[in-house]
């Protein structure tokens, strides 16, 4: 079964720390990519998506992802990390030949100390 | 411009009891699409509807069910209650199903089954 795996669950950061999460995929064909963020008290939102073209694709923020197709992975990053930041990110897979289903991963808690 | 609503925002219900969520999709938006999420855990698929009819099922029972109305909006029905029911309900709305268009998420409904 096609799964998306998160392996920090918990990250601890001061601010200007540089960021990476990772985020790896199980299905071998053709895949969308997508980060979610959900602050404090709100609602999940998009962060970036991979469709096609250029793997290495920029979200709001200043946070970026790069696709390493061999590897199936999807790590978000960030050079310099802010106290707002602070969140939970989730990373998610859909096949693109799958029109709805969105599989998650279980998350990462990012937690900056200002 | 109104965003995805849901509600009640919780919800508590006795085992083998019904529930009925509801979700107001994002004005504009044609696709709703409902997802789980277990304490610690990333949301997970239910179903999507779009126009009135369901478009793609994750690994649920068929005691999960849904709605679709024509202005868009959406209820989510789970019967016979069982203790592991207990979660956030997400609802998600988009401008398309066939997942290019991010997803626009509610608060959630926290169902709590005892």
């Known amino acids: 079964a096609q799964s998306v795996s998160q392996h920090n669950h918990h990250v601890i950061l001061s601010e200007a720390a540089s960021l990476e999460l990772g985020c790896n995929y199980s299905y071998g064909g053709t895949v969308n990519l997508f980060w979610y963020v959900q602050y404090p008290g709100q609602h999940l939102q998009l962060l970036l998506k991979?469709?096609?073209?250029?793997?290495l694709v920029k979200g709001i923020k200043g946070f970026e992802a790069e696709f390493i197709k061999s590897k199936f992975s999807f790590n978000l990053r960030k050079p310099s990390v802010q106290w707002s930041d602070t969140a939970e990110y989730f990373c998610?897979?859909?096949?693109?030949?799958?029109?709805?289903?969105?599989?998650f991963g279980s998350g990462t808690r990012l937690s900056i100390r200002p | 411009e109104t965003g995805v609503t849901q509600s009640p925002t919780h919800l508590i219900k006795t085992r083998g009891q019904q529930v009925t969520l509801r979700c107001s999709s994002q004005?504009?938006?044609?696709?709703v699409s409902w997802y789980q999420q277990a304490l610690g855990q990333g949301p997970q698929f239910i179903f999507q509807y779009y126009r009135e009819e369901e478009n793609g099922r994750g690994n649920f029972p068929p005691r999960f069910s849904g709605l679709q109305f024509p202005n868009y909006s959406s209820e989510l029905n789970v019967n016979a209650l069982e203790l592991d029911d207990s979660a956030l309900y997400l609802c998600?709305?988009?401008?398309?199903?066939?997942?290019?268009?991010?997803?626009?998420f509610g608060n959630g409904t926290r169902l709590t089954v005892t």
């Open positions: 991979y469709f096609s073209g250029d793997p």
């Open positions: 004005s504009g938006h044609n696709t």
């Open positions: 998610a897979v859909k096949r693109s030949s799958s029109a709805s289903k969105i599989i």
């Open positions: 998600a709305s988009s401008l398309d199903n066939q997942g290019n268009s991010p997803l626009h």
